[in-house]
């Protein structure tokens, strides 16, 4: 019996299918496969000749950089000079002990044994080779200006010091100490506030920079271009091989007009003139005058140039070279020791006293408050409102008209010409004429950290006294304040080297230069001169007559007999070599009082003005007066004599 498939001849029919359907996947698959093969090798071969052809020129350049790297060293700053060429900034060559840092990591008993042989303290060997400033691949300077005995000692016992050596480092030279220091300035490392802004310029953390005076004045004259070597190293920072080294360009040199034999003439006067004040009786106070700070400039006023810039007290720029100790640092910013890193002739502010009366004559007689023969009765005294202003001891000096009102110095003049001219308002006369003459703002010097000082006027002590009140309690402008501004005094404040330009541009006839101390700029490798052309900052028109009178007024100051600075000018060829000037003294809140002094001569063609600002130093005849005259001694040939007290006098 025969048994029949329920699917009866349907199931060979199936199975034929099923076979076809499973060979069709498998055809499908492996197209499939074969197209993300074929896109996988095509990705392959653009990667390969993306990195081959299209991005090989950068990355052979990056595979350069990883292998090679690029060590600076510092060029050699350019020489400071002095008008005639005498070098007051120099390099010298200094013999300094370097140190491997791979040696101190093999030899650990290396740094001990070294700094006991320089006698310097271990610690401070051990942070210099810690210090990151200094390249990784190359040895690292530890301790310079060795002696040469060491030297010696350490080349003949080379073996014994591995990854030791002696080489000549340059290292900036203040030959001079102290002379000329706030002019001149230092150099230091550079900080972060400082490199961030230079960084396009080429500057790298642990160069060295000018921090203060000329060195950063003219930092980027002074300044060369490094020394750049190639090293070749390995995977782990290993030299193998230098591949080159360019060449450092030096600095160029940068010429002053400072002279520097009247430079040492002025501090020296200047430090007598203190010396001699601390030993003096102030009959006021009861003691001795402190004397603990002073200046001295000496200008041009042809074209502004600066001849002289002493301030006391000072430093040495030495200390700084290779950097300064935090407590040596601290020591020099003590105000127990009057901040002897201050440059007082462009930081220290000061009432001009009656030094301030050339501004207020100019205002009196612009204005035609006052006329060059106008004569007043000086009763030594005079009331205004409620209150008496008085000259210095009351003295009287009768009939004076404007020249005998500046020789004497006769407060009571401008008193009443201080009061004469509150009347006038918009523009207010005196503050005008200060501002026109270069008060209240910089003088343009290229030095830094200038101070602009201040001239008060009814709307700028209104500002005050809204911003500040509790500082500035009165708002309002009386006519005391005027009164007490025509005499130099009040909230008036002037920098010495305002006060200087300020006579500068009157000596002159009336142009305000913008005082100078660069001359020239050598470039050292081509001899390329490029001079430094003095500048005008403005122009002042003094009416026929007006400037003539003054200067009569300022004239009698040194030459008659009552004149406030006759006695110490007593004996000084005034015949041969003709002297203006006027004395000032300032009265200050608590202290003694602020001694000045402005000169300037010869007068028919001006080639010098001279001043001097001594703090707590008594009256400027008696104190500033004879340091003036020691200088203008010095100047013309004459033996300069010691600076001497000068019996008091009415300033």
């Given at each position: 019996m025969t048994t029949r498939s329920l699917w009866g001849d349907a199931r060979p029919a199936w199975s034929e299918r099923r076979g076809?359907?499973?060979r069709d996947s498998t055809k499908l698959r492996m197209a499939i496969l074969g197209v993300v093969v074929l896109s996988l090798f095509a990705t392959m071969l653009a990667r390969l000749w993306?990195?081959?052809?299209?991005?090989?020129?950068?990355?052979?350049?990056?595979?350069?950089?990883?292998?090679?790297?690029?060590?600076?060293?510092?060029?050699?700053?350019g020489k400071i000079l002095d008008r005639n060429g005498d070098i007051l900034v120099d390099n010298r060559s200094v013999p300094t002990v370097v140190v491997e840092r791979e040696a101190a990591r093999e030899h650990p008993d290396l740094i001990p044994r070294?700094?006991?042989?320089?006698?310097?303290?271990?610690?401070?060997?051990?942070?210099?080779?810690?210090?990151?400033?200094?390249?990784?691949?190359?040895?690292?300077?530890?301790?310079?200006?060795?002696?040469?005995?060491k030297v010696v000692f350490l080349r003949e016992n080379q073996a014994a010091f591995p990854g030791v050596d002696v080489v000549q480092i340059a290292q900036r030279d203040y030959s001079h100490g102290t002379l000329a220091a706030h002019l001149l300035g230092y150099v230091g490392e550079i900080n972060d506030e400082e490199l961030e802004p230079r960084r396009t310029q080429g500057y790298r953390g642990g160069d060295t920079i000018g921090?203060?005076?000329?060195?950063?004045a003219y930092e980027g004259a002074l300044r060369g271009e490094a020394q750049v070597e190639k090293l070749q190293v390995d995977s782990q920072g290993r030299v193998l091989r230098s591949l080159g080294i360019q060449p450092a360009v030096p600095g160029h040199d940068v010429q002053l007009t400072i002279d520097i034999k009247t430079q040492a003439l002025a501090e020296e006067s200047l430090k007598q003139g203190l010396d001699t004040a601390r030993e003096t009786w102030d009959p006021e106070q009861l003691k001795r005058y402190l004397a603990p700070a002073g200046s001295v400039v000496v200008e041009d006023p042809r074209d502004g140039s600066i001849?002289?810039?002493?301030?006391?007290?000072?430093?040495d720029p030495k200390e700084f070279v290779n950097g300064i100790s935090t407590e040596r640092f601290r020591q020099l910013n003590d105000p127990a020791g009057y901040y002897p890193l201050n440059n007082r002739v462009l930081q220290g502010l000061y009432a001009p006293g009656s030094t301030f009366k050339l501004v207020t004559a100019i205002a009196g007689l612009s204005r035609e408050a006052v006329a060059p023969n106008t004569t007043i009765n000086d009763t030594g005294s005079l009331v205004v409102g409620d209150r008496v202003f008085r000259n210095a001891f009351s003295t009287p000096h009768g009939s004076v008209n404007l020249a005998r009102a500046l020789a004497v110095s006769s407060d009571v003049y401008f008193y009443m010409l201080g009061e004469k001219l509150d009347e006038q308002r918009k523009p207010f006369p005196i503050p005008e004429a200060a501002r026109s003459m270069g008060l209240g703002r910089v003088t343009g010097i290229e030095l830094p950290f200038e101070l602009d000082g201040w001239v008060p006027d009814p709307d700028n002590k209104k500002q005050r006294n809204a911003e500040n009140p509790l500082a500035f309690p009165f708002g309002d402008w009386f006519t005391g304040d005027n009164v007490n501004l025509s005499v130099g005094q009040g909230d008036l404040v002037v920098t010495p080297l305002q006060l200087t330009n300020l006579y500068a541009t009157f000596a002159n006839g009336g142009t305000e230069w913008a005082p100078h101390v660069g001359s020239s700029i050598r470039d050292v490798m081509t001899g390329e001169v490029e001079a430094i052309a003095p500048r005008q900052a403005a122009k002042v028109n003094f009416a026929p007559g007006h400037r003539d009178a003054i200067l009569r007024g300022l004239q009698g100051v040194v030459s008659t007999e009552d004149g406030t600075g006759y006695g110490a000018f007593s004996g000084f060829p005034l015949?041969?070599?003709?002297?203006a000037g006027k004395t000032g003294t300032a009265e200050v809140n608590e202290k003694q009082e602020t001694a000045l002094f402005v000169g300037f001569g010869p007068v028919e063609a001006p080639r010098y003005v001279v001043s001097a600002v001594m703090e707590e130093a008594g009256l400027g005849s008696s104190a500033a007066?004879?340091?003036?005259?020691?200088?203008?001694?010095?100047?013309?040939g004459n033996p300069p004599r010691p600076v001497t007290r000068v019996a008091n006098r009415i300033d």
């Open positions: 076809r359907e499973r993306y990195l081959q052809v299209l991005a090989a020129p950068d990355l052979r350049v990056e595979a350069t950089t990883n292998s090679v790297r690029l060590v600076y060293t510092e060029a050699p700053r070294l700094a006991a042989l320089l006698g310097k303290p271990r610690i401070d060997l051990e942070r210099r080779l810690q210090d990151e400033r200094f390249s990784q691949f190359k040895p690292v300077p530890v301790v310079d200006d060795v002696p040469k005995e921090k203060s005076g000329v060195e950063l001849l002289a810039m002493a301030s006391f007290p000072t430093y015949t041969q070599f003709a002297l007066a004879p340091v003036v005259r020691r200088i203008f001694d010095g100047l013309i």
